[in-house]
């Protein structure tokens, strides 16, 4: 009878004999079993390559369950029960096949690493059962499982005591996310959206650029349309044509219409011109004007830089006005510092910070309310003249005015960090 809480390894399994009841070898463990339909976290089958069976033959299945552990750590097959087969039809998860040297997103990490053995434990299905489950509890991707695999030859104790010498790196197996990085194959455990819409998108963005080719494309396929367009606005030029080339137009253009409207236009002017008016004639009309307008401009100039999602109101708006626009703003809010107040022939009257909406109270109108200090910017500003007015006034966003003064777009600080970045 197995002790509760009893450890073992992939690597120290594997191989291992397998007898009857009489302590007759049967076979050796060849591969551990997932049912992630059935059971996400415990092992359901040990696939044992039988004595008696052809090289060719398939392996045979024992149920987990079937099986005892002797108090010398010996797998013995209970009196009555048979090996069977893989059912057909459903989708199984390999330990050894299909996890070990893969590459797995480690979410709370935020990083890509590789697994090097896979960390089990024996237990009892049930308190009083006598029955043995076997349970996926974490997965190692340091030293210390590489050194087990390499030692897999030794006697167990021997390989464990050499590998105990190295700390282990461990992620628990439910916060593991693998990437199925064929599509024709059968096992497939989703990522799950919840763990990675928690990501920053910039953590996001260094996990694709960290992936292999068919890992990148797996993963940034399994994204939901606007986790993918924050991760896409993240990685560099190179990187987005690489991510959408083999999507067709319909679907870049769901992507691109989550995007800032200004990152979008960059995005597009990367690519051919034929495939870029694909992508806009699958857009929406009001996302397709924004991008096609922003198109209109270089990329050096603070047009070219700046995004149309802010928010502008009259100047006669009252405080109720501002606070409906910031929750209908389909932008992105966190990247909402201030509200402009606008003339008649939408050339800027005053600049409100959020911190004034705060504090005021519920039916003031908005022009009596403390003005910010307006610094803004000509269209045709280059990136230097934006990033110096970024530094002398240390701004958070930066208004951008047409030749006859009225507001176009704001640049966010965001963006001059970009620029920055790629010139350096």
Request: hydrophobic share 45%.
């Amino acid at each position: 009878m197995t002790k509760p809480n009893q450890r073992t390894s992939v690597s120290a399994l594997m191989g291992a004999s397998v007898k009857n009841a009489q302590g007759v070898v049967l076979g050796h463990v060849c591969e551990f079993v997932v049912a992630p339909g059935v059971d996400t976290v415990h092992v359901q089958w040990l696939a044992v390559r039988m004595l008696a069976a052809k090289r060719s033959a398939r392996p045979s299945l024992i149920l987990v369950s079937d099986l005892n552990l002797t108090s010398r750590n010996e797998l013995h097959l209970r009196e009555g029960a048979a090996p069977s087969v893989l059912p057909d039809g459903e989708a199984h998860l390999m330990l050894e096949h299909d996890l070990l040297d893969q590459q797995i997103i480690d979410v709370h990490g935020r990083k890509v690493v590789r697994v090097n053995d896979v960390d089990l434990v024996w237990e009892q299905s049930e308190k009083g059962s006598a029955a043995l489950s076997l349970r996926i509890a974490e997965v190692e991707v340091g030293t210390r499982g590489a050194v087990r695999r390499l030692l897999k030859g030794l006697h167990t104790s021997t390989a464990e005591r050499i590998a105990s010498r190295f700390s282990p790196s461990l992620i628990p197996w439910n916060f593991v996310d693998l990437i199925d990085r064929d599509p024709a194959r059968r096992v497939k455990l989703k990522i799950e959206q919840n763990r990675l819409s928690m990501m920053h998108p910039s953590d996001i963005a260094d996990i694709l650029e960290d992936l292999a080719p068919a890992e990148r494309q797996a993963l940034f396929y399994s994204l939901n349309e606007e986790v993918a367009a924050e991760a896409l606005e993240e990685v560099k030029p190179k990187m987005q044509q690489a991510l959408i080339e083999s999507l067709d137009s319909g679907q870049i253009a769901d992507i691109v219409e989550e995007m800032d409207p200004g990152a979008a236009a960059d995005l597009l002017l990367e690519l051919p011109e034929e495939r870029s008016e694909a992508i806009l004639g699958e857009m929406e009309p009001e996302e397709r004007q924004e991008v096609e307008e922003l198109l209109e401009f270089s990329g050096s100039s603070a047009a070219g830089r700046m995004t149309t999602d802010y928010i502008a109101l009259p100047s006669t708006a009252v405080l109720a006005q501002a606070i409906e626009a910031l929750r209908s703003f389909e932008g992105d809010i966190e990247t909402v510092t201030d509200i402009y107040l606008l003339d008649s022939e939408g050339r800027i009257e005053s600049l409100i910070s959020l911190v004034q909406l705060l504090l005021a109270k519920p039916d003031a109108p908005l022009a009596n309310l403390p003005h910010s200090h307006v610094v803004t910017c000509d269209i045709d500003a280059n990136g230097r003249k934006v990033a110096e007015l970024f530094d002398k006034y240390n701004l958070r966003a930066l208004p951008v005015l047409d030749h006859e003064k009225r507001l176009v777009g704001v640049v966010h600080a965001e963006q001059v960090i970009a620029l920055l970045r790629a010139n350096l």
